[in-house]
């Protein structure tokens, strides 16, 4: 009962996090469960059976609060459902002391990317109402969907940095069509999984726990997305992910590192994410007070 309360809040925390951030579910669930010493692709399957119900929950709740562009769902959601149908078929073939550390990678490299993109470079807001053409949207769509299923995640942290950084998208909008259009990419990997698996490995407990979880946060996220700086969130869901990851790259056999060698990575990787929250919170505060001064400035002179 005890692991089924801490997977509920874990799910509750990864949604609010992906609701309104536009990422982090997949690999921040997949990264718990790799913890706990769940075979990859059967953790994978887990969380994308319980993202079945949450991304439902988040699309109908962002689509409620207008962050829902229909368009780009369709654009990039049938394309992202076949290539996390593909990944997760590619993921069910491995064998588990091969899976493991390359799940792992993934993460961590995916992790990397979510704290080093929103660290140092914010939420960008150029070029702001032009199209996203489907030759863009379709590519991106299969490899964000491929690697979410290899990955347990993916989905958002390749497909929202993407859409975000073409400056065509607000952000809410981008999060909130990326979050609907997991659905379909949730429901692909899932029937992946289960062609490819059957039931073996899963825990159907822990996918009602993370699902209850993700329920109750999904449309409180939807909501927050217009509150959380994603800045400062992202910096810090990224740090999560990173030495939780390297923590099980360590201690695989790939590596196999004696303690000696793993407190010292630990301190410094502790460091580093500290340094980049701390990068994260003064910047994010910067651009408050320099927005707060432009807005003083266009305001007219009365006599």
Same mark, same amino acid.
């Given at each position: 009962?005890?692991?089924?309360?801490? #997977?509920?809040?874990? &799910?509750?925390?990864?949604?609010?996090?992906?609701?309104?951030?536009?990422? @982090?579910?997949?690999?921040?669930?997949?990264?718990?469960?790799?913890?706990?010493?769940?075979?990859?692709?059967?953790?994978?399957?887990?969380?994308?059976?319980?993202?079945?119900?949450?991304?439902?929950?988040?699309?109908?709740?962002?689509?409620?609060?207008?962050?829902?562009?229909?368009?780009?769902?369709?654009?990039?959601?049938?394309?992202?459902?076949? &290539?996390? /149908?593909?990944?997760?078929?590619?993921? *069910?073939?491995?064998?588990?002391?091969?899976?493991?550390?390359?799940?792992?990678?993934? #993460?961590?490299?995916?992790?990397?990317?979510?704290?080093?993109? /929103?660290? /140092?470079?914010?939420?960008?807001?150029?070029? %702001?109402?032009?199209?996203?053409?489907?030759? /863009?949207?379709?590519?991106?769509?299969?490899?964000?969907?491929?690697?979410?299923?290899?990955?347990?995640?993916?989905?958002?942290?390749?497909?929202?940095?993407?859409?975000?950084?073409?400056?065509?998208?607000?952000?809410?909008?981008?999060?909130?069509?990326?979050?609907? *259009?997991?659905?379909?990419?949730?429901? @692909?990997?899932?029937?992946?999984?289960?062609?490819?698996?059957?039931?073996?490995? #899963?825990?159907?407990?822990?996918?009602?726990?993370?699902?209850?979880?993700?329920?109750?946060?999904?449309?409180?996220?939807?909501?927050?997305?217009?509150?959380?700086?994603?800045?400062?969130?992202?910096? @810090?869901?990224?740090?999560?992910?990173?030495?939780?990851?390297?923590?099980?790259?360590?201690?695989?056999?790939?590596?196999?590192?004696?303690?000696? %060698?793993?407190?010292?990575?630990?301190?410094?990787?502790?460091? %580093?994410?500290?340094? @980049?929250?701390?990068?994260?919170?003064?910047?994010?505060?910067?651009?408050?007070?320099?927005?707060?001064?432009?807005?003083?400035?266009?305001?007219?002179?009365?006599?």
């Amino acid at each position: 009962m005890r692991t089924l309360v801490l #997977l509920a809040l874990a &799910g509750l925390g990864a949604q609010l996090v992906d609701g309104s951030l536009g990422m @982090a579910y997949g690999v921040t669930s997949t990264t718990l469960l790799l913890a706990m010493g769940t075979n990859p692709a059967a953790a994978s399957a887990t969380v994308h059976l319980a993202e079945i119900g949450t991304t439902l929950m988040s699309g109908a709740a962002h689509w409620r609060f207008g962050n829902v562009d229909w368009k780009v769902v369709a654009k990039i959601g049938v394309p992202g459902a076949v &290539g996390a /149908f593909l990944g997760a078929t590619v993921l *069910s073939q491995l064998s588990t002391a091969v899976a493991e550390p390359v799940m792992s990678l993934i #993460l961590l490299g995916l992790g990397l990317y979510v704290m080093s993109r /929103f660290t /140092f470079r914010g939420m960008p807001k150029g070029n %702001l109402g032009k199209p996203l053409r489907k030759r /863009f949207l379709s590519p991106l769509g299969v490899v964000a969907g491929f690697l979410d299923a290899t990955g347990g995640g993916g989905w958002g942290p390749v497909g929202t940095p993407a859409l975000l950084a073409s400056g065509r998208m607000e952000p809410r909008k981008v999060i909130g069509s990326i979050d609907t *259009s997991e659905f379909l990419v949730a429901v @692909a990997a899932s029937l992946g999984f289960l062609f490819s698996l059957g039931s073996q490995g #899963l825990n159907w407990g822990w996918v009602a726990a993370f699902l209850l979880g993700g329920l109750i946060a999904a449309p409180i996220a939807a909501w927050l997305v217009r509150l959380v700086p994603p800045r400062v969130l992202g910096s @810090a869901v990224g740090g999560v992910i990173i030495v939780t990851n390297v923590r099980t790259l360590l201690k695989s056999d790939w590596v196999g590192a004696s303690s000696s %060698l793993s407190t010292p990575v630990y301190v410094l990787l502790y460091a %580093l994410w500290a340094a @980049a929250l701390t990068y994260s919170i003064r910047a994010y505060r910067k651009e408050q007070v320099a927005e707060t001064e432009s807005a003083e400035e266009r305001q007219p002179v009365t006599a």
